[in-house]
């Protein structure tokens, strides 16, 4: 694990992290993901998903940061019946995860990839989070290279994959090498459940955006951007002003 894992980097980014954050502010924040995750295993239930109402599944989109802002289009461009009976296959379906996960991404022709990938994942993870994780394009954006896992693994791990559900297995292998190492290795001082180690990443990402806007933007730009919990909020889809109403 030691060796997928560049514990000096995560540490760097955890200490830049917590320059600009309390200690405190982080562990509510995992909180925050925490409740996300219950409302997401309560309405995401297997007999729960075929008596989601349009307004459940559309507070469901807005839950996800990738998602959040095309929640009507999708409502609109695929019928309920069709996302309740895909996302109740891609969580209790047969066969391995992987071909699962790629059926779900191939069944929703016609969106961006990213978009994609992002809405699978999210709705595993935060329904079953012991058993699947999270894949988001600020993790890992297979087109550009760039996201929050290659900053804290080694170059030698190799994040691709031929399909969207070969990728998915990949980052799973990665955010577990990152979760248990953090750990160990005392970078991940969040909270020891999976969601501390979402937050880390999510830390890891905004200390690095920071660092390439100040390198490239004005200062006046600069100033507009949103601080690190609000930019980690908003990257968990925990931000209360994204989501609108909780219900």
């Given amino acids: ?24 502010e982080l562990l509510q924040i995992c909180s925050e993901v925490e ?5 997401f295993r309560e309405k995401l239930d297997r007999d729960a998903i075929p008596k989601l109402s349009s307004a459940e599944y559309f507070s469901l989109l807005r839950r996800i940061f990738a998602t959040r802002r095309k929640a009507e289009d999708i409502l609109k461009k695929y019928p309920l019946e069709n996302l309740r ?43 079953d989070p ?19 896992l290659p900053l804290v693994t080694y170059s030698a791990y190799d994040l691709n994959g031929e399909t969207a559900g070969d990728i998915y297995m990949r980052v799973g292998e990665a955010v577990a090498f990152v979760h248990h190492v953090g750990k160990a290795a005392g970078f991940q001082t969040i909270s020891k459940t999976i969601f501390g180690t979402d937050v880390f990443l999510s830390c890891v990402y905004v200390v690095y955006v920071y660092t390439v806007l100040r390198m490239r933007m004005t200062q006046e730009f600069n100033k507009v951007m949103p601080g690190l919990p609000e930019f980690s909020r ?5 931000y209360q002003k994204q989501i609108g109403v909780m219900d």
């Fill in 85 to 127: 009976e895909w996302t109740s296959t891609l969580l209790y379906g047969n066969g391995e995860v992987k071909a699962r996960f790629q059926n779900f991404v191939d069944q929703l022709d016609g969106l961006d990839n990213n978009l994609r990938r992002d809405f699978a994942s999210e709705i595993l993870h935060f329904t």
């Fill in 1 to 24: 694990m030691a060796q997928v894992v560049d514990t000096e980097s995560a540490k760097e980014f955890m200490r830049e992290a917590l320059d600009k954050v309390a200690s405190e």
């Fill in 130 to 148: 012991e058993k699947y994780w999270l894949w988001t394009r600020w993790m890992w954006d297979p087109k550009t290279k760039t996201g929050a």
């Fill in 234 to 238: 908003r990257l968990l889809g925990v």
């Fill in 35 to 39: 409740l996300k995750s219950q409302w």
